[in-house]
Each structure stands twice: as structure tokens, then as C-alpha cells.
């Protein structure tokens, strides 16, 4: 499973409020992506990071920021969740073979 | 903005039959390109990898890639009713990031 932790794996927050998703991986790979997926859609790329303190925005970033202040962890924040932000989260790494893997996902729901 | 193209399906083959599953892509410098399975409520598993032209085979699966033609095809050979979930095509573009089409549901009916 590449090693690939999200947290929480369902959250349920209220319009307005900050919400951050965390993705735990351990093995020490370079690059790590937060997608959203949603009917429709498919899975559309929000940030990415190609080292730590290095990030850079995906198709659809406003609403979003992440940081990465150490290798193994990848944090998304939604600054002030909007109905719109409801979605399924996926956090992914990059492997040296240029291959993603993606993590459980996290089911974010805002009333 | 790279674009992934499929057709959202669903596809509906018999037990047994050969499924095939179609992208187009937008980026001809585009050079990975990947197969990933989906079942519902579960993250996308990376079924198949492609970067030459031509066919790659894995037991039951043939990826197919045209760089020409910007197409990318799987085949699924004996399809199950296990093999019924969504199937999502990715290209690997600029800074190692990945873009996905919506994906292309497959229903394998017994």
C-alpha cells in the first residue's frame, strides 16, 4: 500500500471553519500530491510537493493551501471551508519510477 | 492545462468477453502513461504502466499506447465480475505531476 497514512479518514465540519487533512507516508519519497475527487470530475490536482518547503499549486488550489515541513508528512488546509470544498481527498507519492500511489482517502463533508 | 479524455461508460461486457477501455490525451510531450482501477469507495490501485509505443502485457491486462495518435487503450481479456469497478487513465506531465481523466466505468456482468 505504499505506505500511505491520511488522517482523518471522515470529518464532518461546518461552513467557515479551518480543517486540516493530514498524509503520513514512510518511505521517504520526494513527491507528494493532494487530489480531490468528484462525480464528474475525476481526480483534479490541488497542490503538489517536490521537497520539503517546496509546493507548488494544481488545477484547482484557491480555498487550499499545504505545507511540507518534513518529508513523511503532507498537510492540506482548507482556510475556510465552503459547501463546495465537500469532496473526497486523496493524498498520493510519487515513486523514482514515476508511478502515484494514492493513500485510503479522506471523506470531508461541509454543512 | 493537460486534458485526459475517456468515456465515462459505462461498459458493459459479458463474463468471459474482452473489455476495452479508451484516452486520448492533449500533451504530445507527455511520456508515462498509467492505467489505475477504482472500486467504489476504495482509492485508485495502479493496475498498468506504459511509456513506449506499442502493447505491454500483465496477465489479463495489454496496454496499448499511440504517442501519434495521443491514445492509450487497456485490454482486459477474460473479464470477471471482480473486474467491474472504474478505470482511470493518467498522464505524467511537467514536475512529476499526474492528470487523470474522469474515468470509465465497467460493469462484467455473470
Known amino acids: 500500500d505504499a505506505g500511505i497514512t491520511q488522517s482523518p479518514r471522515h470529518k464532518v465540519t461546518e461552513t467557515g471553519t479551518p480543517v486540516t487533512l493530514r498524509c503520513h507516508q514512510t518511505?521517504?519519497?520526494?513527491?507528494m500530491y493532494w487530489y480531490r475527487q468528484d462525480p464528474g470530475h475525476g481526480l483534479r490536482l490541488i497542490h503538489y510537493?517536490?521537497?520539503?518547503?517546496?509546493?507548488d499549486k494544481g488545477e484547482v488550489s484557491d480555498g487550499y493551501s499545504v505545507s511540507r515541513s518534513k518529508t513523511e508528512d503532507f498537510l492540506l488546509t482548507l482556510e475556510s471551508a465552503t459547501s463546495s470544498q465537500t469532496s473526497v481527498y486523496f493524498c498520493?507519492?510519487?515513486?523514482?519510477?514515476?508511478?502515484?500511489?494514492f493513500g485510503q482517502g479522506t471523506r470531508l463533508t461541509v454543512v | 492545462q493537460k486534458e485526459v479524455e475517456q468515456n465515462s461508460g459505462p461498459l458493459s461486457v459479458p463474463e468471459g468477453a474482452i473489455a476495452s477501455l479508451n484516452c486520448t490525451y492533449s500533451?504530445?510531450?507527455?511520456?508515462?502513461f498509467f492505467w489505475y482501477r477504482q472500486y467504489s469507495g476504495k482509492s485508485p490501485e495502479l493496475i498498468m504502466s506504459?511509456?513506449?509505443?506499442g502493447d505491454k502485457e500483465d496477465g489479463r491486462f495489454t496496454a496499448q499506447l499511440n504517442k501519434a495518435s495521443q491514445y492509450v487503450s487497456l485490454l482486459i481479456r477474460d473479464s470477471q465480475p471482480s473486474d467491474s469497478a472504474t478505470y482511470l487513465c493518467?498522464?505524467?506531465?511537467?514536475?512529476?505531476?499526474?492528470?487523470f481523466g474522469s474515468g470509465t466505468k465497467l460493469n462484467v456482468k455473470p
Open positions: 500533451d504530445r510531450g507527455s511520456q508515462s
Open positions: 518511505e521517504n519519497h520526494r513527491y
Open positions: 493518467a498522464v505524467n506531465g511537467d514536475f512529476n505531476k499526474f492528470y
Open positions: 506504459i511509456y513506449s509505443n
Open positions: 510537493s517536490y521537497g520539503v518547503k517546496d509546493t
Open positions: 498520493a507519492i510519487g515513486t523514482a519510477k514515476l508511478e502515484a500511489f
